[in-house]
């Protein structure tokens, strides 16, 4: 983030402005914003200054700073190529889009743009260290290695060129030039933690436990706080019959990092050595919640439930084992102890004819079996039960990359569900930003007669109505009612009764008066509007309506599908009749997209959210709901994309949604 500082200047940020304030200054504002991490409020000032300029640079640059930090790379890819149609010498940019490309692992387009940059001559240490690590992404090895020549012949004193030499000669299986490199970084600069970090993991390689000890004990001196070095360190010290010590080391990387799979199976495995029975089913139980597809956590617990007497247990866990791994004989052996335990002797003997048959198997089968000492997470052998886990072989040099863009993401605990539909109500009501209109024609010819006590505003977000507020409601309803009794074919009276009656609650009656409404004038788009938010709602309260049971309990019963589909389906027909008035309304056309994704129609849906944008490409609800369905239905780059847009229009639970989806990305492709 150093470097991001140089960008931004501090003002007062009480600094007055209206839409006819100079752009410099909507601009600086939102570079403070930036400043202080408040990333969301920060693109609303950059969407002004685009709106007002957009032919300016600047303002895509520090909306793309933004998204960037808000992990929505995609739509920071975006705004850079836009920056940089405006103006194509700025550094920063191409540096920002890099970035954004190592993170949506697109190397060859941070490599280009890497070599753009030494081309404008604008060489540092970390351009080049960032493309050398993209090469390696790429198998590009040979050019990587050479990169790393120039690298040591410009900046001989960087200890980085030798770490990422190192790794690259690692990789290649040169472990002595390794060795060598990692040296070299060390004595330039004896506290680069990554270099004793790859030391000690090199040494832990080649069997030299000791000595892997003792390194990583001078990176946890730099970096305490790396978990991973700790789950290390205790791997050597098992290896040198250490156990408390290696005890010791899980339970600080699990204090650290209380997720992690690698510290709670082994320190399972070593409670489980030591005698630490109950303890060790809990890091178990823990591991199996994780990945609840891990037969061989599964086996050592049914293992662990064995020994302290918990033999049903321990058959329901055997079980599953062994549909899995129909041979493995210790998995036949060990629930055939358990059968005895219980007295069933019948599948007791069963169990042990099969373990029986198969040691025979294997005298005269001379079955052989590789023994290594460790084993992968990803690698699932069941007759690995008892080795301790290492981390899978995965490019150790993507911790390298170099950015001048750190910083704190606010991370938030989200729910993925659809934008709600628009409503009436009496009350402009804010975004969660800024305080914004929604225009509607048919809206805004009903304020027009301002027969309505408080004019309507349409808004996802439902204000709080205050007991005043209702007194008012209903002295006004009082006198609509009167002039019904006189005027009973007025279809605008029948509404403005049908709005009272809806604000009070009152739904049943409500629908009766807006069939009313609609009977004198069938294209009457309000009540139409309200009549189809009405049944809506219905549906969705009675859908879990609490009752008194015969015994007195309160009890939920649910509504039949059918009938929950019977409700949406009618409120549909009434907003289908409503766009057939006026096919111009983004809200009618929005409404009806959420109502179709509701009975799990997404292709309507998608369509009518596809016409919202078209009639409004501002409305961010629309952007919204369209990405999570696209998203659902296998379009993941379109909904990131349609995600980014929501987001820069103010729903800001976007920018979580985007990060929650790429991290399930990230584990379903690990």
Request: proline content about 2%; hydrophobic content about 35%.
């Amino acid at each position: 983030m150093r470097h991001l500082l140089s960008l931004i200047v501090f003002v007062s940020l009480s600094l007055p402005f209206s839409a006819q304030t100079n752009t410099d200054g909507v601009i600086t504002i939102g570079r403070n914003a930036l400043y202080y991490e408040d990333y969301a409020l920060s693109i609303q000032y950059f969407n002004q200054a685009i709106q007002a300029k957009p032919y300016l640079y600047e303002p895509y640059l520090y909306r793309a700073i933004a998204k960037y930090y808000l992990e929505d790379y995609i739509g920071s890819i975006e705004d850079c190529n836009a920056s940089l149609e405006r103006d194509p010498f700025i550094d920063e940019t191409y540096k920002l889009r890099a970035i954004n490309y190592i993170m949506t692992e697109q190397y060859g387009k941070a490599v280009q743009d890497y070599r753009k940059l030494i081309s404008m001559e604008v060489e540092n240490r970390d351009i080049w260290s960032n493309m050398v690590l993209c090469e390696t992404q790429l198998d590009s090895l040979h050019t990587a290695d050479m990169m790393l020549d120039t690298m040591i012949s410009k900046w001989p004193d960087y200890p980085r060129c030798y770490i990422l030499k190192a790794q690259i000669a690692i990789q290649c299986k040169d472990t002595a030039s390794a060795d060598t490199l990692l040296d070299k970084a060390l004595e330039i600069s004896p506290h680069e933690v990554d270099a004793w970090s790859a030391k000690a993991q090199l040494l832990l390689q080649r069997d030299f436990f000791a000595e892997s000890e003792a390194a990583y004990d001078k990176a946890i001196l730099q970096k305490p706080k790396e978990s991973g070095f700790y789950i290390n360190r205790a791997l050597a010290r098992y290896k040198q019959n250490n156990l408390r010590g290696a005890m010791d080391d899980y339970d600080i990387a699990l204090d650290i990092d209380p997720e992690n799979y690698l510290g709670h199976y082994n320190r399972g495995l070593l409670r489980m050595q030591v005698g630490e029975n109950n303890a060790a089913i809990t890091d178990f139980d823990f591991v199996l919640k994780k990945e609840p597809n891990d037969r061989l956590a599964l086996f050592n617990r049914a293992t662990l439930s064995e020994i302290t007497g918990n033999y049903h247990s321990a058959i329901r866990d055997y079980t599953t084992v062994l549909e899995q791994y129909p041979n493995f004989i210790t998995g036949y052996e060990n629930r055939a102890r358990c059968y005895r335990a219980i007295n069933d002797k019948k599948h007791a003997i069963e169990d042990e004819r099969k373990v029986y048959i198969a040691r025979l198997d294997e005298v005269f089968g001379n079955k052989k079996t590789v023994n290594k000492a460790t084993r992968k997470q990803k690698e699932q052998n069941i007759d690995d039960y008892k080795k301790l886990v290492t981390e899978n072989d995965e490019n150790n040099l993507a911790k390298f990359y170099s950015s001048d863009y750190r910083g704190r993401i606010q991370d938030r605990n989200i729910t993925v569900e659809l934008q709600p539909m628009f409503f009436f109500t009496f009350t402009k009501v804010d975004n969660g930003l800024s305080s914004h209109y929604n225009y509607a024609a048919f809206v805004e010819h009903i304020n027009v007669t301002k027969e309505l006590y408080y004019p309507l505003f349409l808004s996802t977000r439902e204000a709080q109505t205050d007991l005043t507020d209702f007194d008012i409601i209903h002295k006004e309803d009082a006198k609509i009612v009167d002039l019904l009794s006189r005027h009973k074919e007025q279809s605008q009276l029948h509404f403005y009764h049908a709005v009272y009656l809806a604000a009070e609650r009152n739904y049943i009656d409500a629908i009766n008066s807006l069939d009313s409404a609609i009977r004198y004038n069938p294209t009457h788009e309000g009540a139409l509007f309200l009549r189809s938010t009405i049944k809506v709602r219905q549906a969705e309260m009675n859908l879990h309506k609490p009752t008194i049971s015969a015994k007195g309990k309160k009890e939920i019963s649910y509504i039949k599908s059918d009938e929950y589909n019977i409700l949406i389906k009618a409120a549909i027909q009434d907003l289908t009749a409503a766009i057939m008035t006026d096919d111009t309304c983004p809200y009618l056309y929005y409404n009806r997209g959420c109502l179709y994704a509701k009975i799990k129609d997404n292709e309507q849906a998608l369509k009518d959210f596809n016409s919202a944008i078209q009639l409004n490409n501002s409305l961010g609800e629309a952007y919204y709901n369209r990405g999570l369905l696209n998203i659902e239905s296998g379009n993941a780059q379109q909904g990131f994309e349609d995600l980014s847009k929501a987001g820069e229009y103010g729903l800001y639970s976007a920018y979580s949604l985007i990060k929650h989806f790429r991290k399930q990305q990230n584990t379903k492709s690990k």
